[in-house]
């Protein structure tokens, strides 16, 4: 999304917003009298641009140039947290009243100054000259949305939107402000020792992968509190210069929530784990079924949840408190829509049927199939058989379903693993009685590497995850990781799919080598590379929503097991794409590429 603003507007944006990196929590101004529903409509007023009434806000930029507001919402540049986003060179800086109402000096970029050029150290930069800024009140803060000028009355840039807001909206926007990001955030040791991550067991989950997973995260709290407790000695302030520490590096501790009884009961279970210990985040995660009750627990408590290890997530373009891999075995038929549209027309493709059998896991395939289908404007939908539990079907049933009415071969969608290898050893028999059949790999499992040799050439598989994983540098320093500290990697790619909360969790928690502002406020000359460095780490601001705004602003990440793993603010599924494949001839096949990475 932030890609879509222009660099003009973001730096028109950084003339408004100065960020502050002294006086984390104190003098926090009150929202004298907000009550439930005006901090309702003045998050809408951030996060969508619409007014009180409904009605879209109103702003001009350049003078006189209307736009709608909902073009240029405050949280497309400054994210859900307030605290601010960084892309490429651009920094956006905070909105939240914490920083608003607190005196402020901004350093400006210097000039003939070479993004990325090494110093001696960050203080010998006599051309970065602070300008203050006052503290914001209602009054000039109100001035600056609507009429584009600063406390101390400069004008900002022109392209700074102008909003056209009356005084009772303004009210409310500013009632919003003042709340946002404004405590730090359950989970969080007061004197910032300790930040406090749960993971949860759901169900009657095989002991060996409960046991890889948990290996896997206590191997990773391991390696990040051994690193948090040297950095809590010494500080490196650049130029080989180290010197004894002056900001406390939390470390970090997990605890395990096991749910035990039917998924109905498991909310409850889930809360009542919460109330005994708030914890800031849930971390993976196992379950016997879907994700749906930890995914309504994350979304109603606030609680981030990170890369729980589901095939079955909650697939939703709307819900922000579960970060997941992909969209798990739904994204396998989202796939598959997407390359047999790609690779015929209506005109050829004959009848599709599709065979789901009684199982959570077959039906979201169907559904990604059937859901992409409709995208894609193809109305040759599926003639879809559901199977009973336990029942199987043959390859006569099947095509006796197409004959008496299609006279070309079908495509034949077969979400099933019970009988599947027999299905596709009859159909071998008669390749001219089908176009092609579509199977999932996750659903298969082992049973993959067993399709009939005879069927390869007409079996086309859903496939999740890299084709080359074991040939690049970057997976043979991980499982080196892994291996020396004793984590197994069981063929449910239970951890080195968790492998990826090395970068995902620990990279924002990661303290940046210098004291900034080491003085006090104003007194360090802070030029904008180390303001940007700072945007990528919390570094204090412990808020939920901003591990998600910072996770957004990563960049892409390599993998163990996907292809790549992608961000985006707002995104929540990592790996985006699947390929299709077929196995090779002989005994001991492997896999053909036959599409590139679908991406969906």
Known sequence: MLGRITAALLTALISLFLFSFTGWGAGLPTASGADSETLRLGERMYRDSLLPSG????????????????????VSCHLRSGIGSLEGQILSTPTNGTKL???????????????????????????????????YTDQTLAAALRGGVDPTGRELNSAMPRYQIDDSSMAILIAYLKTLSAEISPGVDKEYKYIRFATVVAGDVPAEDREEMVAMLEGIMAHHNRQGQIRNRYQNMGGNVMKPASFNNPLFTITIWQLTGPASSWRAQLEEHYRKEPVFALLGGLSAGDWQPIHEFSEQNKIPCL????????????????????????????????????????????RIIQVVEDSQRARALANGFEDTWRELGRTDAPETVHLAPGETISAAKILSLSRHREKRPPVILLWTAAGALPVLESLAADKDSVKGVYVSSTLLKQELWKIPEKARDFTYISYPYRVDNESDFFTYNARSWMKKRHIPAGEKRISTHLYALMNVLLDPFRIVKQDFNRAGLGSGDVIMEYQFEMMMHVRRNYYRDYLFDVIGMSGDLPSIDFERLSFGPGQRYLSKGCFIVQLSAGSKPGLIKKSDWVVL
């Open 55 to 74: 009605e879209p806000m109103t702003a001009f930029l350049r003078g006189d140039v209307q736009v709608p507001g909902t073009a240029f919402s405050c």
């Open 101 to 135: 109402y607190k005196p402020y000096y901004q350093y400006p970029l210097p000039q003939n100054w070479e993004y990325g050029k090494v110093r001696e150290g960050m203080w010998d930069m006599p051309e970065s000259t602070a300008i203050y800024r006052p503290a």
């Open 307 to 350: 890369l729980p290890v589901t095939d079955l997530p909650v697939v939703s373009d709307t819900d922000w408190y579960t970060l997941y891999f992909s969209k798990g075995i739904y994204q396998e038929g989202e796939s598959a829509a997407r390359f047999l549209a790609l690779n015929s027309d209506t005109a050829d493709t004959g």
